[in-house]
């Protein structure tokens, strides 16, 4: 596996991480209703979106090397 290949796989590892946190986050917050549970889950959506906009642009910008 190359490094560009194992970046790639990180990446998603973390996306994923990223939104189950998310969901278990909004899963708190509706069983407790406490604020703070909500606005985890919305970073962590955030973050998650921001992973996978850089995964795409990693992607583009080292296509052209070998894998």
Same mark, same amino acid.
């Given at each position: 596996? &190359?490094? @560009?290949?194992?970046?790639l796989f990180f990446i998603?590892? &973390?996306?994923? #991480?990223?939104?189950? !946190? $998310?969901?278990? $986050? +909004? *899963? /708190?917050? &509706?069983a407790g209703n406490q604020?703070?549970?909500?606005?985890? *889950?919305v970073l962590s959506l955030? &973050? +998650? *979106?921001? #992973?996978?906009?850089?995964?795409?642009? !990693? /992607? @583009? =910008? %080292? =296509?052209? #090397? %070998?894998?």
């Amino acid at each position: 596996m &190359s490094l @560009r290949a194992f970046h790639l796989f990180f990446i998603g590892i &973390s996306v994923v #991480l990223a939104a189950f !946190f $998310a969901a278990w $986050a +909004a *899963a /708190q917050y &509706s069983a407790g209703n406490q604020p703070i549970y909500i606005v985890v *889950a919305v970073l962590s959506l955030c &973050s +998650a *979106a921001a #992973l996978a906009v850089y995964a795409a642009k !990693f /992607q @583009r =910008k %080292t =296509k052209g #090397l %070998t894998s």
